[in-house]
T-cell receptor, first 110, second 114 residues
């Protein structure tokens, strides 16, 4: 089991560019989540999904979009990158109460 | 509003000494509480959780946490710290609105000195 995998590990974007952060889990979990981690702020929930075809906004969804066409994949899309989106992004999946996290993507927007 | 507070940005402890990382919470109803650890350049790893039952919960790597309902606290403890325990620790509470969402504290950096 690879668990939760994320690509890329690092990325530098210019303001206004777009990109997709990939997340895949091989544990057949229905629930998946995207968080961003900013220094001293903990993790903030961006979007979550309770199954294929079902997504909903979290605490900080502005500037992001998601889709969930399969159980395994939950990509996060940034359409017009802004410096405020510089952060570390974590994907997670859950079975029951426990969430399992990917290794993260460090994104810098310049 | 639901929230989690970790009052210390950093905790310093000497190797071999006991450690405590503090967490308090605010939710209505019975809380589901969690501790996660993040090592440098890694994702978060689950340490332990409290759902119901015994107030003292044992987890991975020799960590334990004590649930105190009257003080709305869930402090993480270890009897004897190791240098390898140095990491960022997050307390979290399950969002009562469902879907196993978590509300995280800001994190506490634990530094264990030889």
């Amino acid at each position: 089991n690879a668990g939760v995998t994320q690509t890329p590990k690092f990325r530098i974007l210019k303001i206004g560019q777009s990109m997709t952060l990939q997340c895949t889990q091989d544990m057949n979990h229905n629930y998946m989540y995207w968080y961003r981690q900013d220094p001293g702020m903990g993790l903030k929930l961006i979007y979550y999904s309770v199954g294929a075809g079902i997504t909903d906004k979290g605490e900080v969804p502005n500037g992001y979009n998601v889709s969930r066409s399969t159980t395994e994949d939950f990509p996060l899309r940034l359409e017009l990158a802004a410096p405020s989106q510089t952060s570390v992004y974590f994907c997670a999946s859950s079975y029951g109460d426990t969430q399992y996290f990917g290794p993260g993507t460090r994104l810098t927007v310049l | 509003a639901q929230s989690v507070a970790q009052p210390e940005d950093q905790v310093n402890v000497a190797e071999g000494n006991p450690l405590t990382v503090k967490c308090t919470y605010s939710v209505s109803g019975n809380p589901y509480l969690f501790w996660y650890v993040q090592y440098p350049n890694r994702g978060l790893q689950f340490l332990l959780k409290y759902i119901t039952g015994d107030n003292l919960v044992k987890g991975s790597y020799g960590f334990e946490a004590e649930f105190n309902k009257s003080q709305t606290s869930f402090h993480l403890k270890k009897p004897s710290a190791l240098v390898s325990d140095s990491a960022l620790y997050f307390c979290a509470v399950r969002d009562m609105r469902g879907y196993n969402k978590l509300i995280f504290g800001a994190g506490t950096r634990l530094a264990v000195h030889p």
